[in-house]
């Protein structure tokens, strides 16, 4: 595995709200990459209907958060999640042509261009130790697209949902995403990256990317932690939204209990069951936090 240092990696954020989660999602990733861009629609969603104003915008112009001055904010009016990430990537990677210019003056420094990106959600807590040896899994193949498995969360940290789920997270910087976080193959190439025994090399040749062992790292997503508030402002606004069965909320979030089996709003199965998680098994990056009420039991 090579040298993780070896490694420019820039993150970048498609945040519309969240901000608990974005404080400790931002602090665990941020002495780990080279730079950060986040991109939000603000006050609109995907629709471009209107929306509270994001905290997330005040907190990072308030720099308390970035005491490196790693942080580029960019407010559009995206209605494309997929879309707005690759327009974050190409402002953080711009074309040669718009970095053909003549120095300014002696404190403008040339643009040094980022190996990866690191694509993560607002909800997405990593490790360090598991980031650390995923950037050097990464430098050492150097393949188009790698995705990292996930554990998942359910209305607290303290509830984890068994198995995991894999999510693009490093995206080469040559590379854009066509839709959400997801790289689409063809049914022939599905079909033949399931043949047995397939080496995992020309399995990821057949998908167009490839899996970071869970043994090197995974990340911690509370996509359903928090606040009754917050799942309901989640489900008006992410990019599964057409997806969720009707009256989720109501038939399924509000009664569930540890004993609940396939209880995710767009694909139930996909959420078989979960089991109570004590706060001294949780990593630190999680438990250092201060949270608000409901995301994780004392």
């Known amino acids: ?106 404190r403008d420094h040339a643009l040094q261009a980022p190996d990866y990106f690191l694509i993560v959600d607002a909800d997405e807590v990593y490790e360090a130790g598991d980031l650390e040896r995923m950037k050097g899994y990464v430098a050492a193949g150097r393949r188009p697209l790698y995705r990292v498995a996930c554990r998942r969360y359910f209305k607290r940290w303290n509830y984890r949902i068994d198995g995991f789920e894999w999510l693009m997270a490093f995206v080469r910087v040559d590379q854009r995403l066509p839709y959400l976080r997801m790289r689409k193959a063809s049914f022939a190439r599905r079909a033949l990256s399931r043949i047995p025994g397939l080496p995992a090399t020309a399995r990821g040749g057949l998908l167009g990317y490839h899996d970071i062992p869970a043994a090197i790292g995974v990340f911690h997503h509370g996509t359903y932690v928090g606040p009754r508030s917050r799942i309901e402002a989640k489900l008006e606004s992410f990019g599964h939204r057409d997806e969720i069965a009707e009256h989720w909320l109501e038939a399924v979030y509000d009664s569930w209990t540890v004993a609940s089996r396939d209880f995710n709003p767009a694909y139930p199965e996909s959420f078989a069951r979960a089991r109570r998680v004590d706060g001294a098994a949780l990593p630190i990056e999680i438990t250092r936090q201060r949270w608000p009420p409901e995301y994780l039991d004392d």
């Not at 490694?7 to 080279?34: K, T």
């Not at 629609?41 to 005491?67: F, K, N």
């Not at 960019?74 to 210019?101: G, L, Q």
């Open 1 to 106: 595995m090579s040298d993780a240092s070896s490694l420019r990696l820039h993150a970048i954020y498609v945040a519309l709200d969240e901000l608990a989660l974005f404080r400790a999602s931002l602090e665990s990733v941020y002495d780990h990459v080279d730079r950060i861009t986040v991109i939000t629609s603000h006050d609109r969603d995907w629709r471009r209907e209107q929306r509270d104003p994001s905290a997330i915008t005040a907190e990072i112009l308030g720099r308390d958060l970035d005491p490196d001055r790693k942080i580029d904010l960019i407010v559009t009016s995206e209605t494309n999640e997929a879309r707005a990430r690759n327009r974050a990537m190409d402002y953080a990677a711009p074309s040669p042509a718009s970095n053909r210019v003549r120095r300014q003056h002696d």
